[in-house]
T-cell receptor, first 112, second 116 residues
Framework: DAKTTQPTSMDCAEGRAANLPCNHSTISGNEYVYWYRQIHSQGPQYIIHGLKNNETNEMASLIITEDRKSSTLILPHATLRDTAVYYCIVRPRESNTGKLIFGQGTTLQVKP | DTGVSQNPRHKITKRGQNVTFRCDPISEHNRLYWYRQTLGQGPEFLTYFQNEAQLEKSRLLSDRFSAERPKGSFSTLEIQRTEQGDSAMYLC??????????????FGPGTRLTVT
């Protein structure tokens, strides 16, 4: 079972920041937070991951609370192409299998 | 970088028929995963290979399902005696060993199966 809770859907205006929350209150010390997204009719795409420090890459920023029980994915300037389902996943960094356990994710609709 | 490819992209079959899907991972990736995704749900893990060895199978993978990766390169997923409940998107993903620092799994575009 997925160990994360995300809102079912969110809207964002084009050009504004999209802030997608995720609760992972049962996260353990060796588990990382990963974010993937899935654009309609495509396979999921890796976005970013982190352990406890905030992370930023060319796609997004990840803010993890100090107690690590929740996190927020930030798309700083959302575009229409960012419309997708966003999945928050927790798993050990050194997972034997590497398999991903997806929840239902958050459907982000970016509007003009 | 050609990415992960899957064929066919779409398959329509009648109940009771057998179907086979193919996945070609990124060439240097040792691990290959199969997932299934039904409408409105996130992908669900089915099985994975490390090189040619199938190391884990989900209980979702009934005995009508079989996956192979005979030479540690491409993989096939066969479903025998298809049922309407098998209608779904079948996703393949690959990753290198050890897992690199940033990139986890690369997914293909999926094969959408419709069982009528």
């Amino acid at each position: 079972d997925a160990k994360t809770t995300q809102p079912t859907s969110m809207d964002c205006a084009e050009g504004r920041a999209a802030n997608l929350p995720c609760n992972h209150s049962t996260i353990s010390g060796n588990e990382y937070v990963y974010w993937y997204r899935q654009i309609h009719s495509q396979g999921p795409q890796y976005i970013i991951h982190g352990l406890k420090n905030n992370e930023t890459n060319e796609m997004a920023s990840l803010i993890i609370t100090e107690d690590r029980k929740s996190s927020t994915l930030i798309l700083p300037h959302a575009t229409l192409r960012d419309t997708a389902v966003y999945y928050c996943i927790v798993r050990p960094r050194e997972s034997n299998t590497g398999k991903l356990i997806f929840g239902q994710g958050t459907t982000l609709q970016v509007k003009p | 970088d050609t990415g992960v490819s899957q064929n066919p992209r779409h398959k329509i079959t009648k109940r009771g028929q057998n179907v086979t899907f193919r996945c070609d991972p990124i060439s240097e990736h040792n691990r290959l995963y199969w997932y299934r995704q039904t409408l409105g749900q996130g992908p669900e893990f089915l099985t994975y290979f490390q090189n040619e060895a199938q190391l884990e199978k989900s209980r979702l993978l009934s005995d009508r399902f079989s996956a192979e990766r005979p030479k540690g390169s491409f993989s096939t997923l066969e479903i025998q005696r298809t049922e309407q409940g098998d209608s779904a998107m079948y996703l393949c993903a690959s990753s290198p060993i050890p897992l690199s620092a940033g990139i986890e799994q690369y997914f293909g575009p999926g094969t959408r199966l419709t069982v009528t």
